[in-house]
């Protein structure tokens, strides 16, 4: 599963069948992951047939590798398999889509002839995917560790055990597995230290640091010693790209699953199409061709399976798209490897929790000594109360929480926890409620009055409060936006100039890094022409709080946020303590490929990507202060 463009890449091999051989430019889920019920492909082999786009030269075409082939027999087989197995839309002569694989390797699902909106496309069923579910059977066999894991765990633990148990042919979902990516390119597995470094963001740390420590420790479980770090990381990277999930009966996800052939559909979402920096009035599009749903059995003798149908007509020789969900930055980056172009649901956070946000306030907007102890704590009860009341999502989740493992649970909760700041200057409900509580009390006390007597005294030390309580929220986020710019070592001038380069070496611009350049850099100077500098106002006598924690400490403009604590596991404090010397993790068996990228850059590119859309969006929020 990948971010690709619209149409098929120009050379490509296509899947089909004979006849459309031509050349063109959830608690519902039943079944244990080793039903019975699977059956090994019987299908002719003449029934399917290679289509190249264009042809390859006759020099090219004799000398392809051994390892292509192979490639090549593995997709027919996987065809075959899904045919055998039921897969409705796809192998037949009357299938309207077929797989496709592009030179570089990537693949997908292109259409074949023209499919209206509303028709279903494709139809899998669900007793051939791979799921997290534990039954008795399971539980009985392998005790209770495997339930206490986080549901990655779990699936990412299956799929090892299948692959180690099919290596002989054996499973009958060898097919399928046989044609899983080798690599995906997640900073999990294919980024060096160098470029975890280039990151920039510290919450996004934290989190790649989460998942190399959950590695690590699967690796160290009852039933996961017998794989290594290297085969969990690989794992982990292909569940969390590859699983869709069905609902729980208490709401959230309920099982989660690898549905064959369906998790081979790459992304298209909402993209922004306005100019850059039109967040006043931004513009989205949606531009995914295909949705899926899970259908029950259409009578005593069915059986549930997933559906695919088309959300407009799609053209003969478009590629299928499918939106992985409205879904911020981090996702795609940590676990898909990609940034989507111009996510228009991107976020960035500014504090940790409402109690680092408060404090925060505190420190920058209220001199000790204007309100009395108790009016004081008073005014904080008030701003926790208010900012409680527009917590709606914790208080949703909290039935979802309660069966689900104890430290995957604590992972949710600490992500719900952030306050975040939404591409286009949208700020968390929370925030504006506990600091529209804390302005209101400080007018009360008279600090603004207090500060209008000392204007342009050289003794004032706090920020002034503002005119109303709309303009203090905006100058608050906005101040706190430069803060966190000031943290991150590289400006976002110098990143816009490096990927607008990049853009116009490759010859392509989703992105459309060059327009950005020149937004950015004219706004942002102007900015700094009216105010001296990346000041919006005077600075607070107390640094603000990091992102992440909260513990009062800023990092300087040159230093690299530090590596945050992921547990106690001995192995992860060894691989931390390598990557932070700058050593290459033992028993790689190899050389980092964080840096080397593919021929054309992208993945070297990536980290300058992803921190790149944080700044643009910190940045939108200040110059929206400054309209």
Same mark, same amino acid.
């Given at each position: 599963?990948?971010?690709?463009a619209?149409?098929?890449?120009?050379? #490509?091999?296509?899947?089909?069948? %004979?006849?459309?051989?031509?050349?063109?430019?959830?608690?519902?889920?039943?079944?244990?992951?080793?039903?019975?019920?699977?059956?090994?492909h019987?299908?002719?082999?003449?029934?399917?047939?290679?289509?190249?786009?264009?042809?390859?030269?006759?020099?090219a075409?004799?000398?392809?590798?051994?390892?292509?082939?192979? =490639?090549?027999?593995?997709l027919?087989?996987?065809?075959? *398999?899904?045919?055998a197995?039921?897969?409705?839309?796809?192998?037949?002569?009357?299938?309207?889509?077929?797989? /496709?694989?592009?030179?570089?390797?990537?693949?997908?699902?292109?259409?074949?002839?023209?499919? #209206?909106?509303?028709?279903?496309?494709?139809?899998?069923?669900?007793?051939l995917?791979?799921?997290?579910?534990?039954?008795?059977?399971?539980?009985? =066999? =392998?005790?209770?560790?495997?339930?206490e894991?986080?549901?990655?765990?779990?699936? #990412?633990?299956?799929?090892?055990?299948?692959?180690?148990?099919?290596?002989?042919?054996?499973?009958p979902?060898?097919?399928?597995?046989?044609?899983?990516?080798?690599?995906?390119?997640?900073?999990l597995?294919?980024?060096?230290?160098?470029?975890v470094?280039?990151?920039? /963001? &510290?919450?996004?740390?934290?989190?790649?640091?989460?998942?190399?420590?959950?590695?690590?420790?699967?690796?160290?479980?009852?039933?996961g010693r017998?794989?290594?770090?290297?085969?969990?990381?690989?794992?982990?990277?292909?569940?969390?790209?590859?699983?869709?999930?069905?609902?729980?009966?208490?709401?959230?996800?309920?099982?989660?699953?690898?549905?064959?052939?369906?998790?081979?559909?790459?992304?298209?979402?909402?993209?922004?199409?306005?100019?850059?920096?039109?967040?006043?009035?931004p513009?989205?599009?949606?531009?995914?061709?295909?949705? *899926?749903?899970?259908?029950?059995?259409?009578?005593?003798?069915?059986?549930?399976?997933?559906?695919v149908?088309?959300?407009?007509?799609?053209?003969?020789?478009?590629?299928?798209l499918?939106?992985?969900?409205?879904?911020?930055?981090?996702?795609?980056?940590?676990?898909?490897?990609?940034?989507?172009?111009?996510? &228009?649901?991107?976020?960035v956070?500014l504090?940790?929790?409402?109690?680092?946000?408060?404090?925060? *306030?505190?420190?920058?907007?209220?001199? &000790?000594?204007?309100?009395?102890?108790?009016?004081?704590?008073?005014?904080?009860?008030?701003? /926790?109360?208010?900012?409680?009341?527009?917590?709606?999502?914790s208080? %949703?989740?909290?039935?979802?929480?309660?069966?689900?493992?104890?430290?995957?649970?604590?992972?949710?909760?600490?992500?719900?926890?952030?306050?975040?700041?939404?591409?286009?200057?949208?700020v968390?409900?929370?925030?504006?409620?506990?600091?529209?509580?804390?302005?209101?009390?400080?007018c009360?006390?008279?600090?603004?009055q207090?500060?209008?007597?000392?204007?342009?005294?050289?003794?004032?030390?706090?920020?002034a409060?503002?005119?109303?309580?709309?303009?203090?929220v905006?100058?608050?986020?906005a101040?706190?936006?430069?803060?966190?710019?000031?943290?991150?070592?590289?400006?976002?001038?110098?990143?816009?100039?490096?990927?607008?380069? *990049?853009? =116009?070496?490759?010859?392509?611009a989703?992105?459309?890094?060059?327009?950005?350049?020149a937004? /950015?850099?004219?706004a942002?100077?102007?900015h700094?022409?009216?105010?001296?500098?990346?000041?919006?106002?005077?600075?607070a006598?107390?640094?603000?709080p990091?992102?992440?924690?909260?513990?009062?400490?800023?990092e300087?403009?040159?230093?690299?946020? #530090?590596?945050?604590d992921?547990?106690?596991?001995?192995?992860?404090?060894?691989?931390?303590?390598?990557?932070?010397?700058?050593?290459? &993790?033992s028993g790689?068996?190899?050389?980092?490929?964080?840096?080397?990228?593919t021929?054309?850059?992208?993945?070297?590119?990536?980290?300058?990507?992803?921190?790149?859309?944080?700044?643009?969006?910190?940045?939108d929020?200040?110059?929206?202060?400054?309209?």
């Amino acid at each position: 599963m990948n971010s690709v463009a619209a149409a098929a890449p120009s050379a #490509a091999r296509v899947y089909a069948p %004979a006849s459309l051989a031509r050349p063109c430019s959830h608690h519902a889920v039943h079944g244990s992951c080793r039903s019975p019920n699977v059956r090994s492909h019987r299908q002719p082999l003449s029934r399917l047939t290679l289509v190249r786009q264009p042809r390859r030269p006759a020099v090219a075409a004799a000398a392809q590798s051994q390892a292509e082939q192979q =490639q090549e027999s593995q997709l027919q087989s996987f065809l075959r *398999w899904l045919i055998a197995n039921g897969v409705e839309g796809v192998g037949t002569a009357d299938s309207k889509v077929a797989l /496709y694989e592009g030179e570089g390797g990537e693949r997908g699902v292109l259409s074949m002839a023209p499919i #209206a909106g509303g028709e279903a496309v494709m139809r899998i069923p669900l007793r051939l995917a791979i799921t997290d579910a534990v039954d008795e059977e399971d539980e009985a =066999q =392998q005790g209770s560790w495997e339930v206490e894991q986080p549901w990655s765990i779990r699936l #990412a633990g299956r799929l090892l055990c299948m692959l180690a148990e099919g290596a002989g042919s054996a499973s009958p979902w060898q097919p399928y597995l046989q044609v899983l990516p080798a690599a995906v390119p997640s900073p999990l597995t294919a980024f060096g230290w160098e470029d975890v470094r280039a990151i920039e /963001y &510290p919450p996004m740390r934290k989190e790649l640091d989460h998942a190399t420590w959950l590695a690590a420790s699967a690796a160290q479980l009852p039933g996961g010693r017998r794989f290594s770090r290297e085969q969990w990381e690989w794992a982990l990277c292909v569940v969390h790209s590859r699983t869709f999930g069905a609902p729980g009966r208490r709401g959230g996800v309920g099982v989660r699953m690898l549905v064959p052939l369906i998790d081979m559909l790459n992304h298209a979402g909402d993209y922004l199409t306005s100019p850059p920096g039109a967040s006043l009035e931004p513009t989205v599009q949606a531009f995914d061709s295909v949705r *899926w749903e899970l259908r029950p059995p259409a009578g005593p003798e069915g059986e549930w399976h997933m559906e695919v149908t088309a959300t407009r007509d799609i053209a003969a020789g478009e590629e299928l798209l499918l939106s992985y969900g409205e879904r911020s930055n981090d996702d795609f980056f940590l676990h898909y490897g990609f940034v989507p172009p111009r996510n &228009p649901h991107d976020d960035v956070a500014l504090f940790t929790d409402i109690e680092s946000c408060i404090d925060w *306030w505190l420190d920058r907007y209220l001199p &000790p000594g204007v309100m009395p102890p108790a009016a004081l704590q008073a005014a904080i009860n008030a701003a /926790y109360s208010a900012a409680e009341d527009q917590d709606t999502a914790s208080g %949703a989740a909290e039935a979802v929480l309660a069966v689900v493992p104890e430290a995957e649970a604590e992972v949710i909760r600490a992500g719900l926890a952030r306050i975040k700041l939404s591409a286009g200057g949208m700020v968390d409900g929370r925030l504006f409620a506990a600091y529209r509580t804390l302005y209101d009390a400080a007018c009360a006390a008279g600090l603004q009055q207090q500060q209008a007597g000392q204007e342009g005294s050289q003794g004032q030390q706090q920020p002034a409060l503002g005119g109303s309580w709309g303009q203090h929220v905006q100058l608050a986020v906005a101040a706190r936006c430069l803060e966190i710019l000031q943290s991150m070592p590289t400006p976002l001038a110098t990143d816009l100039d490096r990927l607008a380069a *990049w853009e =116009q070496q490759a010859g392509e611009a989703p992105h459309r890094w060059a327009e950005a350049q020149a937004h /950015y850099s004219a706004a942002v100077a102007a900015h700094e022409a009216r105010h001296g500098g990346l000041q919006i106002a005077p600075a607070a006598a107390q640094p603000a709080p990091a992102v992440e924690g909260g513990s009062g400490r800023t990092e300087s403009a040159s230093a690299e946020p #530090a590596l945050l604590d992921a547990g106690t596991d001995a192995a992860l404090a060894q691989l931390l303590l390598q990557q932070a010397q700058g050593q290459a &993790p033992s028993g790689d068996g190899g050389e980092g490929n964080g840096s080397a990228g593919t021929a054309d850059g992208r993945s070297s590119m990536l980290p300058f990507m992803y921190r790149a859309y944080k700044k643009m969006a910190l940045w939108d929020a200040v110059l929206l202060a400054d309209q």
